[in-house]
């Protein structure tokens, strides 16, 4: 079946450092990739998608890559900020059977700090 | 229209008593999707609905559990005989369109059985 394996947290970064959140799948055909995101106290929100190998989807900052050769999608930002502590999710969907549901990792929890 | 709601957005009930949750999603939306997720795991797809039709079901739903969404519009989720093991966030997302689709989740309705 379809899973999802996402890297250990919490991850603990300073402000301004590099962040890598490491996401590979298991899917056959070709599933489309997403990030959702989870602020404390919020629901989740869509951060990134891609739909297509070699596709890279972005967004405030944030950046990640479908690798098919991999079948990884790691979500990347170059700058950290305090305000990016979340929980992140990546997830992926496949047609099966008509249904569209979308099969996520446990999440990795950020914390950034100054 | 602004987001999907739920409600309510805690319960708290003893053992063995039944619960209903409702959620509305954005009004052009025609699939409407029921998760759940435990503490530090990721969403769980439990049931997908499209329009009025309940398409796919995970075998997570035992029978102690029915979900409706009568005229396509909101849905409910009814757990009967709460157990323990039921307590967790029940999600509810919906969206418009293919595979890439973006999901909009609710904020989540908190379940504690005691």
């Known amino acids: 079946g379809n899973s999802v394996t996402q890297m250990e947290g919490p991850v603990t970064l300073s402000e301004e450092a590099f962040l890598t959140i490491n996401c590979t799948y298991t899917?056959?055909?070709?599933?489309?990739l997403f990030w959702y995101v989870q602020y404390p106290g919020e629901g989740l929100q869509l951060l990134l998608k891609?739909?297509?190998?070699?596709d890279k989807g972005s967004n405030k900052g944030f950046e990640a890559t479908y690798r098919k050769e991999t079948t990884s999608f790691h979500l990347e930002k170059g700058s950290v900020q305090v305000s990016d502590s979340a929980v992140y999710f990546c997830?992926?969907?496949?047609?099966?059977?008509?249904?569209?549901?979308?099969?996520f990792g446990t999440g990795t929890q950020l914390k950034v700090e100054l | 229209d602004t987001g999907v709601s739920q409600n309510p957005r805690h319960k708290i009930t003893k053992r063995g008593q039944n619960v209903t949750f409702r959620c509305d999603p954005i009004s052009e939306h025609n699939r409407l999707y029921w998760y759940r997720q435990t503490l530090g795991q990721g969403p769980e797809f439990l049931t997908y609905f499209q329009n009025e039709a309940q398409l796919e079901k995970s075998r997570l739903l035992s029978d102690r559990f029915s979900a409706e969404r009568p005229k396509g519009s909101f849905s409910t989720l009814e757990i009967q005989r709460t157990e323990q093991g039921d307590s967790a966030m029940y999600l509810c997302?919906?969206?418009?369109?293919?595979?890439?689709?973006?999901?909009?989740f609710g904020q989540g309705t908190r379940l504690t059985v005691v």
């Open positions: 891609a739909t297509k190998a070699d």
């Open positions: 997830a992926l969907r496949r047609l099966t059977g008509g249904g569209n549901k979308l099969t």
């Open positions: 997302a919906s969206s418009l369109g293919d595979q890439g689709a973006v999901d909009f």
């Open positions: 899917a056959t055909g070709y599933p489309s």
